[in-house]
């Protein structure tokens, strides 16, 4: 289990929310700053234990960035195809092997790759953030909109301290929906403008 954070406004204390899922990667921690987003990584190393493995991971230009929790299936095949279409590896990690599948096919990447995920990629080429998780959402994922502001993260916890200053307020139809069922159905969270990103 891994965990990332990220975000769009400059002032919120992403170190504080990376800080808080510590338990999530005890073996490497990062945080990355473009000028216009943060993207903050806690790794628990499991495949290709080296330090470059440890995310958020680059591409060669440094344009794309990429943080992912999870697991790819079969993720050899992946990267032996990719290798064919001449991209070189400098990990044997599956997170490369993602990274590459973006690259080499856009958003459509996802139907490439198999396995339980979430990530986050930062593309500076385009100017854009994107979110994906696996199909079965099996991998969390939440996010914060409100205006121009902008969070991710692996918890939820991770936003409330990220967001602090934003002042976070509680939903009222989500606490109804937790004291009636007992849990909060997705894509809601316990508060306004916090959500949960749905599967596929």
Known sequence: MCGFIGGTEPSWNYRKALESI???????SKLCLDGVVKIGFRRLSIIDLRDDANQPMFAADNATWLVFNGEIYGYQAVRKDLEKRGHVFRTTSDTEVVLNSYLQWGDSFVD???????????D?????LKLY???????????YHKGKSFAFASELKAIEIACAAEGLQVDNTALYDFLGYRYVPAPKTLYENCFKLQPA
Do not use: E, T, V
């Open 112 to 122: 490439h790759i198999d396995g339980m995920f979430a990530l986050a990629i930062w």
């Open 124 to 128: 500076a080429r385009d100017r854009q």
């Open 22 to 28: 510590a338990h999530r990667g005890p073996d490497a």
């Open 133 to 143: 998780r696996d199909r079965p959402g099996i991998k969390p994922l939440y996010y």
